[in-house]
């Protein structure tokens, strides 16, 4: 069965910087595309960033652009959000989604890490 | 930019009563919208794609219809387990999601 496990969350400094991981089983990795999603405590969800199946295209929200870098290694089976220059407004838990196809929907979902951004 | 609205925010209903939720883009996204749902301290589960098919394991009582800029979210008849926030989600690449309709017991 597909499963999705990120972790790498923690507690940043504003101006730091985390690396979230989020390792694939139950499934061939290498032809999905991937996303990140995040959602803030008590709020919705806000799409963060995609990649696709081979790393050769990748888009980002406004929100995190220059910021953030998606990245993925399908040698082992692991998708990555570099975040640099952390704000307090990037606290959320994190979640990495497989793509249902076409870079339109999120199919399987992981169960989150949370990222918080605090002095 | 799209932007997806929905209403209302709020929806309280009893067990066994239909839901018709309200998914309004600001430009036509054509048929490419979907459904989550989510659950207290729960992953967001993908309900309905391509506007009106339902994802691996949903049961019929969800359906969704529409198209260009108005969508709607049906749940035949509430169980229990479906009181939860709904979200509606464009993708073109970059994803929007809106805000969310919570279906709470009445």
């Known amino acids: 069965q597909v499963q999705l496990v990120e972790s790498g969350g923690g507690v940043v400094q504003p101006g730091g910087s985390l690396r979230l991981s989020c390792a694939a089983s139950?499934?061939?990795?290498?032809?999905?595309?991937m996303h990140w999603v995040r959602q803030a405590p008590g709020k919705g969800l806000e799409w963060v960033a995609v990649?696709?199946?081979?790393?050769?295209?990748?888009y980002d929200a406004d929100s995190v652009r220059g910021r953030f870098t998606i990245s993925r290694d399908n040698s082992k089976n692991t998708l990555y959000l570099q975040m640099d220059s952390l704000r307090p407004e990037d606290t959320a838990v994190y979640y990495c989604?497989?793509?249902?196809?076409?870079?339109?929907?999120?199919?399987?979902w992981g169960q989150g890490t949370l990222v918080t951004v605090s002095s | 930019e799209i932007v997806l609205t929905q209403s209302p925010a709020t929806l309280s209903l009893s067990p066994g009563e239909r839901a018709s939720l309200s998914c309004r883009a600001s430009?036509?996204?054509?048929?490419?919208l979907a459904w989550y749902q989510q659950k207290p301290g729960q992953t967001p589960r993908l309900l309905i794609y391509?506007?009106?098919n339902r994802a691996t394991g949903i049961p019929a009582r969800f359906s969704g219809s529409g198209s260009g800029t108005d969508f709607t979210l049906t749940i035949s008849n509430l169980e229990p387990e479906d009181f939860a926030v709904y979200y509606c989600?464009?993708?073109?690449?970059?994803?929007?999601f809106g805000g969310g309709t919570k279906v709470e017991i009445k």
């Open positions: 989600q464009h993708g073109s690449n970059r994803l929007t």
């Open positions: 139950g499934f061939t990795f290498s032809p999905y595309g």
């Open positions: 990649i696709g199946h081979d790393g050769t295209y990748k």
């Open positions: 430009q036509s996204v054509s048929s490419y």
């Open positions: 391509d506007a009106s």
């Open positions: 989604a497989r793509d249902l196809g076409r870079g339109r929907y999120c199919d399987y």
